[in-house]
């Protein structure tokens, strides 16, 4: 079964690759590319976005994806950013784990009445109930990369000015998001590892993140 689910998304990316490059007048991408493609996206992940389409999660829409339970009006998303220098498509890294993991989720949650978003403004993942705020997540390619942000993050927990300029600034923005959303929950996915937060707000600080397990809520 789980052969299965990782063969669905090696077929479907293929398609995906080569409407994209017929879109951007570039050749078909050799078999090398996507023998590269599996060497840095490990199989879980692959079978997982595989399940995802397969069970009508993850929609195709030409060289790009919609995801099931959005707003008609969000998405598509591209797969792929187009290299005019090597013309050829370049993965969206990211994309792929924040789709696995949004998939995951969808299992989670699918007969509840909690609502799931995709690219939840500063934020890649959010997780409502009764239009609040419960959970919200970001996605890394790399564990160095997730630990980097969260430390990051934790720098504002005694103080941010939230008319600093953010852009380029990811570490500010996702503080600001916080802030403003308040979450109660929050976290970062990178391939091979979970970090998981709660969120208070206590007095004297801005918020505060302690490493904890997120409840089924």
Partial sequence: ????????????????????????????????????????????????????????????????????????????????????????????????????????????????????TFEDALMDIGVYKDNKLLVCCEIKEKSSQARKLIAGIKAYETGIDLTTPDRGNDPLRKAKYIVHQKPLYFYLVAIGVRYEFSVTFPEGKTFELKEDIIPFI
């Fill in 1 to 116: 079964m789980f052969q299965k689910y990782q063969t669905i998304f090696d077929q479907q990316v293929r398609v995906w690759a080569s409407i994209a490059c017929n879109e951007w007048g570039f050749p078909d991408p050799p078999e090398q590319f996507f023998e590269k493609l599996n060497e840095r996206l490990p199989s879980g992940l692959l079978a997982t976005i595989g399940f995802g389409i397969d069970k009508g999660i993850v929609v195709p829409s030409g060289s790009m994806f919609k995801i099931k339970g959005l707003a008609q009006t969000k998405g598509p998303y591209n797969w792929f950013s187009r290299d005019n220098a090597k013309r050829r498509p370049n993965p969206n890294w990211e994309y792929c784990i924040q789709v696995a993991e949004y998939v995951r989720l969808w299992q989670a949650f699918e007969n509840t009445d909690h609502v799931l």
